[in-house]
């Protein structure tokens, strides 16, 4: 269907997963674009194809990668979210909700002050962190949904992108 689509006047790009001579497999990208000849009729097309199995098997390796770690991340037995440069929460664990006992709709999307009982403490390290600096086992008290006090310890750093604040 290619050849058709080319010799008809359309420029075709693919992608293509092919057998290869000792059993396994070959991933290629293809590229047909018609040629013309002096009468602009098309006289024929030129194509390239390239081997991207490599470039495939990365791919599925990095896609594995990223599964796992999320997968790490969501079930991890320590809670863990992120904040965005606005001190909203932009994303938490499960561990996060069991230890407070909101769910992901009552507490993502919320400032992070909000869950903080003692405001001077969360504002300072928001500064800290605002000005490219980490908090290293910092005590705080965290509201539980049932009004209850919760004693933790704070890690927490910036990812930047750049100078842009990504999130906590």
């Known amino acids: 269907p290619y050849v058709e689509k080319v010799l008809n006047g359309e420029s075709v790009l ?11 497999t070959r991933f290629i990208k293809a590229t047909y674009v018609p040629h013309y000849n002096s009468e602009k009729e098309i006289a024929g097309y030129v194509s390239l194809v390239l081997d991207v199995t490599r470039e495939k098997e990365r791919e599925e390796e990095l896609k594995r990668s990223q599964s796992n770690l999320q997968d790490f991340v969501e079930n991890a037995t320590i809670g863990l979210h992120w904040v965005d440069e606005n001190g909203i929460i932009i994303w938490a664990n499960q561990a996060e909700m069991d230890l407070l006992g909101y769910t992901s709709a009552e507490y993502v ?13 969360i504002d300072e390290m928001f500064q800290i962190l605002m000005n490219k600096g980490s908090i290293k086992n910092r005590e705080a008290r965290l509201v539980c949904k049932d009004g209850s006090i919760k004693h933790v310890l704070v890690d927490s750093s910036v990812h930047w992108d750049n100078d842009k604040f990504v999130h906590t």
Do not use: M
């Open 14 to 24: 693919y992608e293509s997963q092919i057998p290869y001579k000792n059993g396994g």
């Open 109 to 121: 999307g919320q400032p992070i002050q909000k869950f903080h009982a003692d405001q001077d403490n």
